[in-house]
């Protein structure tokens, strides 16, 4: 089973240092995190996986890196400094900030006293100045060095298609891909890294002909559409995204952006909030290479609502050799997360298991103990309520006492399977804190949880931050030290490994099998008789015994090297 919720998800990237929240010596700053040393792995991890994808597999696609500040007429023509905004809505009483269009009654102001402000359209692109400017906002100085954090890669893209097309000498039908950072200040992030001010892309503008152009036999707009979003349904499936959870859906005519004639967006069933976008697939027309076009026909102006660009230099068209016409490129756009992606490959990774089975014994001392938490939990509810009635101190929040009581009894009922969770409500949840009960039976059921059961990350090995492991049995043995260090440096030229030798060796698998790393190998005395080593595979646990001199093969036939 996936991860029932973010919360577990965040824990381990905290604890295992994939994620750590931002500037966190000052309290931190309205999400924005900053990756580790095992997150930095896996996200240029997933990063990579999409290049070679979208880039070095297909034979129609180039790569771009544009910067990220641009002349602040990109984002006039684009539309974004007019219309990149969201409904802002207040709570009077509270003055808690909303999304209007997010706004369910979960997310209602939590005050209680639902008296909200009208909608105000809030810009989400962050200001930036170009040079030092020390004017007043909005004077003609201000604006005329003002420049915007990108919010999406797209435009980037835009400016270089014609650098592109005929630096290469492409042909249309191609693609130009870019993966970086984009900025949003977003009215309400949240949900760890779903939704952030600072995040990363991965965009691809996949440039063919106008419908008019179209010979019969070539790809309309529509089924290059259709193809793009099969394509791309496919690669998350490819990388261990289980189809239940992820799914194609079109967005409805009144949620179509401007400039899109459809978008079918994935969606990825993530825990706690359910289905998220994790890309969205657009059919972008011809509307953004007009856009920053000069010399547009005015029936073209009319038909995309645009007016006359009367700042650009350039027409983005292209002469077409076959057609002996020229003509503005249609464009269909994959427009992926790729922080979003590293959520939802974790979400779908993390799983916690049983490694063997409890001793019924203690599986039943631990069930029968509960009853008795819930009724001390309950008792002291009831106690802080009162002390609350005649505006004493309470010693305990009724309200986490009632989720922790319904949360226990339910993972209880499935235990022994439910071991850790039974074990992270003891020792975790707000409304178990001060509890005697929970205090005695904590302890024991952590032990057996550590005994019997482990978290592991069945990340697909392309994905993985650390590929292998590689432990000496005795650290203080120097030629099985020798050993397993020289077999560390013969793979970290291929890919990150790790080697650990401080504790025992199955203490050693579970630290790994909680960062998802694919495989383990245990040098001890056999290896220095017979040059074998232990080859341990995360997902079943299985060992085998490898040769030393199989062991490369062995490893990039597995880790989808080869
Ligand atoms: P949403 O509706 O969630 O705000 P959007 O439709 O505005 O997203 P797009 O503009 O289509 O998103 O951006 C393409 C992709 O970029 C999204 O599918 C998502 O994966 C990612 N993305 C967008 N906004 C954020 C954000 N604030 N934090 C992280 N990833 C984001």
Known sequence: MPAR????VRNLCKRRGFVFPGSAAYGGLGSFWDYGPLGVEMLNNVKKAWWRNVVYERDDVEGLDAAILMSRKVWQHSGHEATFSDPLVDCRACHARHRADHLTDDTCPKCGAPALTGPRSFNLMFKSHVGPVEAAAGSEEEMASRVYLRPETAQGIFMNFAHVQRSLARKVPFGIAQVGKAFRNEITPGNFIFRTREFEQMEIEFFIKPPQFVQPGEKTDEQWHAEWVEQRYNWWLSLGVEEGRLRRRAQEAAELAHYSKATTDLEYLFPDFGWGEVEGIANRTDYDLSAHSKDVPPEDLKRLKLETNADSVEKLDYFDPDAKARYVPWVIEPSAGATRAMLA???EAYHEELTKEPPAAEVDAIRAEIPAVVKNADKKAKEAEKARAKNEPAKHDPAAIATFCVALEEAAARLPQSLLEVAALLEDHPGAQNLEPVKKLAPKVVKLAEDCTRVVLKLHPT?????LAVFPLKKNEAAIVDVAKRLKHQFQRFFRVAYDDSAGIGR???RQDEIGTPFCITVDFQTL???????????????ERVKMEDLKHLLFTRLHMG
């Open 463 to 467: 994905l993985a931050p650390v590929k």
């Open 5 to 8: 919720s973010i919360e577990q």
């Open 529 to 543: 008789e017979d040059n074998t080593v232990t080859v341990r595979e995360r997902d079943t646990m299985k060992q």
């Open 508 to 510: 050693l698998y579970r």
């Open 345 to 347: 490959f974790l979400c």
